[in-house]
């Protein structure tokens, strides 16, 4: 009778020791992305920055994604250059302690999103050689639980540190502390990933068009996200304007979020493997729906208490959902490629949202109010959308779930008579004492 062996096999190890560097790296993400999410419109609004100059703020992600069409022409080719770029856009951070104007937060921000837009395309593609197929969704889950409670604890901390040392001091700490953790993206190592192939603006595109269920999954997140989107500039006005709020209520309802995305995107990835990327998908989108509705009729910061905790379970539906959708779909050849036209069209969409709203409210033809309601109704088509029967759609994704189920209960089969354990337990086993370290 054999023995499971106590000590880890290479797969281990190699699995272990990336998705500890991953964390690492999540987590500078996280605190930077909390502070320039949350807190800089605030900051912003104090200043007298008016909504569509909140606009501009907001737009900044949806400009680097559009920009992000690129990626295969100037984005990192290595773990080193990965590293260098996120680091840059950690770094830009730094700078509003030198110069805070309203023009510089905006630049600053769009390069910031920008050292995430050109990483992220290869950062998918590492995670496919990185991580068994089996594992991804469990592996961008634990992934998401570090980067999310980071953010959580930045808010509560930068909203502190804000109130007491100014908000672009909290700010340049952040970037600071986000510099320090992207040097992890250096130590991974994935040996059959490979240099990845070179594409243009015009084959991000294509690889999209081949794939017609993330052109579906497009539209509705179009919708969806339109909505979410367009809402971002207003929140800033509902802070400052409807209830009055300090820094340190804006941090804890960064927290809140935070926290919600930390505890979700395990149970995420567990949906995900099991059940299928949409079914995360679909549960998600309605969840983010009543978020907003919530933001829309606050009376009192308990309100935005809730809806940040259904915020937050969104976000990371989301995040899971579609890195899973990619994957699933698409070959680690294309997935850089795909990846870059999903952002490039977000992107577009996302510019267009971002500054909607805010026009309509700056000229007088909507309130605070209505406008967030408007921007639910378009994230309520979404929601109908990612929902939406589909037979042939549910079939595939029902049929990968079962695949990966009956290939992982084949091999543990297989492996269990040869050396009493599978080789999916011991990969998870030693991810897990990796992670208890």
């Given at each position: ?29 996280g605190v930077s992305t909390a502070v320039i999410g949350s807190l800089l419109p605030t900051i912003a609004r104090r200043g007298g920055l008016e909504p569509l100059g909140l ?71 590492l995670w496919g050689a990185m991580y068994p197929a089996r594992f991804l969704g469990r592996a961008v889950g634990v992934i998401g639980t570090g980067r999310n409670a980071a ?202 949202a971002a500054f909607l709203m805010s026009a309509l409210l700056q000229v007088g033809l909507v309130n605070v109010t209505t406008g967030l309601l408007l921007c639910a109704a ?60």
């Amino acid at each position: 009778m054999h023995r499971p062996s106590l000590h880890p096999s290479p797969l281990q190890r190699a699995v272990g020791r990336n998705l500890t560097l991953d964390l690492v790296a999540a987590v500078g993400i996280g605190v930077s992305t909390a502070v320039i999410g949350s807190l800089l419109p605030t900051i912003a609004r104090r200043g007298g920055l008016e909504p569509l100059g909140l606009s501009a703020l907001a737009a900044a992600p949806f400009i680097a994604n559009l920009l992000g069409i690129w990626a295969g022409r100037f984005g990192p080719r290595t773990p080193v250059q990965l590293a260098l770029i996120r680091g840059f856009g950690a770094a830009s951070l730094i700078a509003l302690l030198f110069v805070s104007t309203a023009a510089v937060m905006i630049v600053v921000a769009i390069a910031f999103w920008i050292s995430l837009s050109f990483g992220g395309p290869y950062q998918l593609r590492l995670w496919g050689a990185m991580y068994p197929a089996r594992f991804l969704g469990r592996a961008v889950g634990v992934i998401g639980t570090g980067r999310n409670a980071a953010a959580g604890i930045a808010a509560l901390a930068g909203g502190l540190v804000a109130d007491r040392l100014g908000g672009t001091t909290a700010v340049a700490i952040a970037g600071g502390v986000a510099v320090l953790c992207a040097v992890a993206y250096a130590g991974f190592r994935a040996g059959e990933a490979g240099p990845p192939p070179r594409f243009s603006a015009r084959d991000t595109i294509r690889v999209l068009r081949e794939r017609p269920i993330l052109g579906r999954l497009a539209l509705a997140q179009g919708f969806y996200g339109g909505g979410l989107i367009a809402a971002v500039p207003l929140y800033a006005l509902v802070y400052v304007d409807r209830l009055n709020l300090s820094l340190a209520d804006v941090g804890i309802i960064g927290i809140l979020t935070a926290g919600a995305s930390t505890v979700s995107s395990l149970i995420w990835g567990v949906v995900s493997d099991r059940r299928g990327a949409r079914m995360v998908l679909r549960i998600g989108t309605v969840i983010g729906l009543v978020g907003l509705l919530l933001y829309a009729l606050a009376p009192h910061v308990a309100f935005l208490w809730v809806a940040s905790i259904a915020a937050g379970t969104s976000n990371s539906s989301i995040d899971v959902g579609l890195a899973a959708v990619m994957s699933d779909n698409t070959p680690i050849s294309a997935r850089s490629a795909a990846s870059a036209g999903w952002n490039a069209i977000t992107g577009a969409r996302g510019i267009l949202a971002a500054f909607l709203m805010s026009a309509l409210l700056q000229v007088g033809l909507v309130n605070v109010t209505t406008g967030l309601l408007l921007c639910a109704a378009s994230t309520a088509i979404g929601v109908y959308l990612y929902g939406r029967p589909d037979v042939a759609q549910e079939s595939e994704a029902r049929g990968i779930a079962r695949a990966k189920r009956a290939g992982w209960a084949a091999r543990s089969a297989r492996h269990a008579q040869a050396a009493g354990v599978s080789r999916v337990t011991r990969v998870i086993a030693g991810v897990r004492s990796v992670v208890s370290r």
